[in-house]
């Protein structure tokens, strides 16, 4: 027997082989996307780690707007990501009244 990934079928119709070539495209798009989300959540979670206020408060501004912008094109749903941006909300502000 064969090992691996079954192979796919090409698709007949110029409709179904447009639709292959957008798809490669747009995974490519949500892929990109889907690793700034991720980048920017663990970015904030390292400065927050480290106990550093000022850097985790900036870092924290950036990534909600590149979250919302993720929620928004619904890579990720809405609710995850007010979800992460509540969590390390707390945790930066946590962070700030410990320092301060």
Same mark, same amino acid.
């Given at each position: 027997?064969?090992?691996?990934?079954?192979?796919?079928?090409?698709?007949?119709?110029?409709?179904?082989?447009?639709?292959?070539?957008?798809?490669?495209? &747009?995974?490519?798009?949500?892929?990109?996307?889907?690793?700034?989300?991720?980048? *920017?959540?663990?970015?904030?979670?390292?400065?927050?780690? *480290?106990?550093?206020?000022?850097?985790?408060?900036?870092?924290?501004?950036?990534?909600?707007?590149?979250?919302?912008?993720?929620?928004?094109?619904? &890579?990720?749903?809405?609710?995850?990501?007010?979800?992460?941006?509540?969590?390390?909300?707390?945790?930066?502000?946590?962070?700030?009244? &410990? @320092? @301060?």
């Amino acid at each position: 027997m064969a090992s691996g990934k079954p192979k796919k079928k090409n698709p007949r119709l110029a409709s179904g082989r447009k639709r292959v070539r957008q798809d490669v495209k &747009i995974n490519a798009a949500n892929t990109s996307l889907r690793s700034k989300y991720r980048t *920017a959540v663990k970015n904030v979670e390292k400065a927050v780690v *480290a106990g550093d206020k000022a850097k985790a408060t900036e870092l924290f501004a950036k990534m909600q707007a590149v979250v919302d912008t993720v929620a928004d094109k619904g &890579i990720f749903h809405k609710n995850k990501a007010a979800r992460d941006k509540s969590r390390l909300s707390t945790k930066v502000k946590a962070l700030a009244a &410990i @320092a @301060a």
